[in-house]
């Protein structure tokens, strides 16, 4: 039929023109030189690739693992909404990525942000995986977290010198890891407790991305407080940095207590939980205030323990002292200290056992700040409990509140 002035097919919803002829567009015409995709390979976005499973996202020319939906800081909170990046808090030195600091608080989109796919939040500094492997960063920068060979703080996202294409990205308390494409990482930041895994810490900031000294390929990188950890494809961990023992590593080293692997883990500068692959949690480090979901009398740290009577866990989040974990069947559980209200049980007292959130609906995933609590429900909103005193509840009142409140997202 005539199209355009001249005459040329006009293939139907579902085809693809290759040779003069109507195909399906999920085996033929992938990008610009009409070649059909091989075996189980599809054509996405141009190229073709097999596509991406259930728990995996498109990330450049691959698939990469379901990334967060939502992170928090130290004092700020930054979730993936309708196409970008939304962060609230205080909004000092930049941490909101929004533009130069007016007091922060209310939810505002991160400024000039494409395709994000992830998300993860430091001390005051965020960073977002983008969808063709980039990262972007923005924030305090004393440290070099934002990876961009500079020092100075920035109120909008810069790019992180990556030296590759990047599937994960983690964000700790003063550095970041990624994971690339080629299965390597890449760390940059703080390095005072070798953090960045490069086997000294002579330099004490890396300013760029910076390979890790892996003794071969990983299939996820985890970084919290002062460590980074990567899981080998045979299920083991490795780790560098400073633990909750006060032993530090500056290379990449096996880390015995798990095996199997692990699906998530987080840590904060006094305890950390993981994910199993078996979906159980356990947590290990201070436990006195009740963090670490069983009874602990002395202050001293614990090794790593299952939390009894918690069931199947799908994420999880560590804050100062306490712990909430969202669970398979949609509920969320919370446990340690509620000084704040930060366990979401209603009223201002803690302990060990893991109990509900209440007024919660479904969720999906939950992020501790250092004394706040939010969930990214499954309806696709976000609901925050704890600390407000510098907005952490993305609204300038209560100043607490142990409920679970709505957060207005732009």
Known sequence: MCVSGGCDVLCGSGQAKCSGACVPETNAACGSACVACGGAQVCVAGQCRVPCGPDEVPVGAGCAPVGRRIASGNFHTCVLHDGGVVCWGPGSSGMLGSGPYDGGRLPRFVTGLSTPVSVAT???????????????????????????????????????????????VQAASNHVCA?????????????????????????????????????????????????????RPDG??????????DIFTATPTPLGWLDGGALALERSLNHGCVIRFDQQLACWGRGVE???????????????????????????????RFTCAALTDGGAACFGDNTFGQLGRGNFQGGSTPSPVVDLPAVRAVACHFRTACAATAAGGVMCWGDNTLGQLGAPSPPSSPRPLDVSLP
């Open 122 to 168: 430091g001390d005051n500094f965020g960073c977002a995986l983008i969808a063709d492997g980039g990262v972007r960063c923005w924030g305090t920068n004393m440290m070099g977290q934002l990876g961009d060979n500079t020092t100075g703080d920035s109120f909008v996202p810069v790019v992180a010198a990556l030296g590759g294409t990047a599937t994960e």
């Open 179 to 231: 994971r690339l494409s080629d299965a390597g990482v890449q760390c940059w930041g703080s390095n005072s407790i070798g953090e960045v895994g490069v086997g000294s810490t002579t330099m004490s900031v890396y300013r760029i991305p910076t390979s890790s000294l892996l003794p071969g390929p990983v299939t996820r990188v985890f970084a919290g407080g002062l460590e980074s950890f990567a899981l």
């Open 236 to 245: 083991g961990l490795l780790r560098w940095g400073d633990d909750l023992l």
């Open 290 to 320: 009740g963090q670490l979901g069983y009874p602990v009398s002395v202050t001293a740290s614990q090794p790593p323990a299952l939390v009894p009577g918690l069931g199947a866990v799908r994420s999880v989040c560590v804050g100062d």
